[in-house]
């Protein structure tokens, strides 16, 4: 798990208010990262089932359940390096 990975679902998260459902160009708005950054973490934030598409067409996403378990700490980074 990469910073740049963690940023990203925090920004999905919005802690302290509703989720966000957003699309790569939106999360690099409102991170440092550029949009390639965010697309390629996105495709492996989706390998690791910790996002999931809100509409796949238009390329938006939203945290998966796996997501929130993760980020409220119910699962180990290194959890997921081992499943890959």
Known sequence: MTPADRSILERLQNEGNDELVLTPALIAE?????RTTVREHLGTLLEHELVEYHDEERAIYRLSEKGRAFLAGEIDAAELENSE
């Open 30 to 34: 409102n991170t440092d990262y550029a």
